[in-house]
Structure formats: C-alpha cells, structure tokens
C-alpha cells in the first residue's frame, strides 16, 4: 500500500517558522489531493490546508496569511511552510493524501511544539 511519511517538526519559538513535509510512495501523486491536518491533547482533528492537483488551495481562517500549502510533484513530496508560529500552532501535524473517489492514505504525524 501507499506510505506517507511526514518530517520536519519540531520545537521553534513563537514568531518561527517551520517547514513540513509529506513524502508519498505512489506514482500517481500528482492525482491525489494533499491536505493537512492537527490534532493538540484534548483537541479535536483540525483540518488545516488542502492543496489540489490543479493547484487550488484552501486554507482554515486560523493560519490564513501565515501557513502555505504546496507540492512539487516530481518529488512526491507536499509542504506545509508554518510562518508566525503562535503556542496555539502546536500541535502533532498529519497528512493525509486523497485520490477522490479511489483511495485515501494518512501520515503517521510530526509534532509541532510552539514555546519559548
């Protein structure tokens, strides 16, 4: 089956930045689209950006301006670029790549810690 795999967490003070990735193992990455998500202790599953094949992006009002979702396809690889990082950001982050209508595959998570 397809793997995802995200890296790029960590611990960063609040105004930092941080990039995520999500390397998949399929050769129809470019048909899948890409979002990510966050979960915090007691929180529920957030949903975060979502990135299309076309390139379409969506984003949720909480890190609008801040965080930029994209994908290089001939790498297999989406990103998450985090700007301006609050202690509300943090976080485990998954990805999740969806085929719609075929197949749908999760990350295993990278932590997002946000503290000074």
């Known amino acids: 089956q397809v793997q995802v795999v995200e890296s790029g967490g960590g611990l960063v003070q609040p105004g930092g930045s941080l990039r995520l990735s999500c390397a998949a193992s399929?050769?129809?990455?470019?048909?899948?689209?890409i979002s990510w998500y966050r979960q915090a202790p007691g929180n529920e599953h957030e949903l975060v950006a979502t990135?299309?094949?076309?390139?379409?992006?969506t984003y949720e009002d909480a890190v609008k301006g801040r965080f930029t979702i994209s994908r290089d396809d001939a790498k297999n690889t989406g990103y998450l670029q985090m700007r301006m990082l609050t202690p509300e950001d943090t976080a485990v982050y998954y990805c999740?790549?969806?085929?719609?209508?075929?197949?749908?595959?999760w990350g295993q998570g990278t932590q997002v810690t946000v503290s000074s």
């Open positions: 999740k790549i969806t085929w719609p209508g075929v197949d749908t595959f």
């Open positions: 399929t050769s129809d990455f470019r048909a899948y689209d």
């Open positions: 990135i299309t094949p076309s390139g379409t992006t």
